[in-house]
Structures are given as C-alpha cells and as structure tokens.
C-alpha cells in the first residue's frame, strides 16, 4: 500500500518487547489457518483499495478482524500448553 506519508509500513520492537510474542503468534496463525488467512487477506485487500491519509488510518481499520483472528489463535494456543 502506498499513501501520501510513507511507502513502506515497518514494525521496529526493542529487543524482548511483549508485542513481538504476539506478532509472532498473529503470523503463525495465519500460516496455519487457511480461513483466517483468506479472510485477513480479504480485508486488506477491500482496504488497500481505499485512498487513506495516513498509513495508522488503514492500520487501525484492520483492528476487528486482528483481534478476532488473535482471539482463535490465543484461544489455540491455550488448548496446545500442557495443564
């Protein structure tokens, strides 16, 4: 996606920050997961297509659909640990 602030969209995370493990979890997920993945895609799809001022605008119009996608693979992920 390219907007009017910037072309390129880069996550840069001090060295043990907590939103490196969820990222992780988040990328993951979607490789495994083929319906997740399709529908994450779908979205960002319909939303690149939007002209957007600032990259945080497109961003944040992702939020539902990552916050249903992290809760299946959080969700998972407890089902997977021992206990």
């Keep these: ?13 001090t060295v043990g920050a907590a939103e ?3 990222m992780l979890v988040f990328r993951d997920w979607l490789r495994a997961d ?5 529908a994450y895609l779908q979205v ?6 939007r002209t ?6 497109y961003a944040d119009s992702k939020t539902a659909i990552v916050q249903q ?4 693979a959080c ?3 407890q089902q997977d640990q021992p206990g």
Excluded at 52 to 57: E, I, K, L, N, P
Excluded at 69 to 72: C, K, P, W
């Design 44 to 49: 960002k799809r319909d939303l690149a297509q």
């Design 75 to 77: 969700a998972a992920s």
């Design 52 to 57: 957007w001022r600032h990259v945080q605008h």
């Design 20 to 22: 490196i493990d969820g």
């Design 1 to 13: 996606m390219i907007s009017p602030d910037t072309s390129i969209n880069l996550h840069v995370f």
């Design 34 to 38: 083929d319906a997740d993945r399709d």
């Design 69 to 72: 996608i992290m809760a299946r």
